[in-house]
Every structure is written in structure tokens, then in C-alpha cells.
């Protein structure tokens, strides 16, 4: 008898359970029947170690607009700066709680002229010191994030010999300095 009871008791809370979680159902659906959104949007490419990429979504905007992307919380702003390359979930929410969302790419910025020509450079008399499992003070000039983070302590040792000269024997010919300079003075990125 006493187990009876206690069957009924489980069956009946089950039930209950089912009841919750239907009803909480319902109101996904009525959530999801806000429809799509339509996002539009527009990026910029970034260096592959320097976040520079961008997201700026120009529809839906407007107040009572929530924007985020991947884990973020959402905020009001309806532009992303300062991305690495790779891919993002742009979630939109709008005003009426609807949400949607969309994967957005962040392409990985192509080399540039300047930037190609110093890092040859870099190449013909930098290694082999400055390459491989163990380069001098870790840099290691055949990675572009090892150019591109270390663009002064470069200019510094390698065009104005300060403290010392870099290669340690004696610094390199003028005209390849320049070369050097090119690329630093149009902005130090590898777009340049
Ligand atoms: C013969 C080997 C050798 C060559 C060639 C060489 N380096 Fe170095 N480099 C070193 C050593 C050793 C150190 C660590 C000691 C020091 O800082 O003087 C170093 C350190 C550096 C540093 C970090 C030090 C700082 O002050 O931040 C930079 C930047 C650098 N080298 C740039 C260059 C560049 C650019 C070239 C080519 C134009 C070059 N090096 C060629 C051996 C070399």
C-alpha cells in the first residue's frame, strides 16, 4: 500500500515537472515567432597578431537595440573594434526581445608592399640569429607578430644602432635602413 503511495506521489510530481517545462516551452515559441532579423553589417580585416578588425552592424539599429558577439554581454553600441581574424557570432537583440543571430567573418589583412620588402630585409641579415627554437631575446624575425609587436626596439637597434648596433658587427647598409624606415614611417602594419 505504502508503495503505492509513494508511485502516485512520483507519477504526480513527474506530471508537475512535464507541466513546467511545457508551459516554459510555449514561450520559446513565442519567442522564436518574432521571425528573422535582418543584420547588416560591414568589416574590416585585422593583422593576424595586432587586433585591429572591426564590426559595424548598420541594420537593425536604433534604441532598445542589444548587440554581442560570441560570449560578450550584450551592450547598446552596435559597433565592435579591436578583433583578431576568425569567426564571430553576432547576436542581435531587438527591441521587442527578439533575437537573432549571424556568423561574421574577420578576414585576415593581406601582407602589404613596404611591409613584404623589410621583412626581406630582415631575412637576408637578421638570420640565421633570429630565427628558429631559440632566437636572441626571443625574436624571431621570419614571424610577422614578431615584426609587427617589436616595430621599435627594430628601428631603435637595427637603423639607429641605440644602444648598439644591430646585427652586432655593424649596422647594415643605409639604403636597406631605409627600406626599414619605409615600412615604419607609412604605419608599421603589415598592410603597408
Ligand atoms: C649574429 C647574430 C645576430 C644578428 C645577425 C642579428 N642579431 Fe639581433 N640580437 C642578437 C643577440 C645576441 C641579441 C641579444 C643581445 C642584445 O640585445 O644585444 C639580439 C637582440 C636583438 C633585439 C632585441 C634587443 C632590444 O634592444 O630590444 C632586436 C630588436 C634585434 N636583435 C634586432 C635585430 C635585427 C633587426 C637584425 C637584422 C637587421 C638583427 N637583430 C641581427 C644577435 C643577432
Known amino acids: 500500500m505504502k508503495l503505492k503511495t509513494s508511485i502516485l506521489f512520483f507519477l504526480c510530481y513527474c506530471c508537475g515537472l512535464l507541466l513546467l517545462l511545457s508551459t516554459s516551452c510555449k514561450k520559446d515559441k513565442a519567442a522564436s515567432s518574432c521571425g528573422p532579423v535582418t543584420i547588416i553589417y560591414a568589416t574590416t580585416a ?37 578583433l583578431l581574424p576568425g569567426a564571430y557570432n553576432l547576436i542581435v537583440k531587438t527591441s521587442e526581445g527578439c533575437v537573432d543571430s549571424i556568423r561574421v567573418s574577420i578576414m585576415q589583412a593581406s601582407q602589404g608592399p613596404l611591409f613584404t620588402v623589410a621583412k626581406d630585409v630582415f631575412v637576408s641579415y637578421c638570420f640565421p640569429c633570429h630565427t628558429g627554437s631559440n632566437p636572441p631575446a626571443g625574436h624571431d624575425w621570419g614571424r610577422n607578430c614578431d615584426i609587427l ?42 598592410t603597408d
Open 46 to 82: 585585422s593583422d593576424s597578431c595586432v587586433e585591429k578588425g572591426t564590426i559595424v552592424i548598420h541594420s537593425p539599429i536604433g534604441p532598445g537595440y542589444r548587440y554581442s558577439i560570441g560570449s560578450q554581454p550584450f551592450r547598446s553600441s552596435p559597433s565592435f573594434q579591436s
Open 149 to 190: 609587436n617589436k616595430w621599435d626596439r627594430i628601428k631603435a637597434r637595427a637603423v639607429e644602432g641605440n644602444p648598439a648596433s644591430m646585427p652586432p658587427a655593424g649596422l647594415i647598409p643605409q639604403a636597406e635602413r631605409d627600406k626599414i624606415m619605409n615600412w615604419i614611417n607609412a604605419g608599421h602594419r603589415i
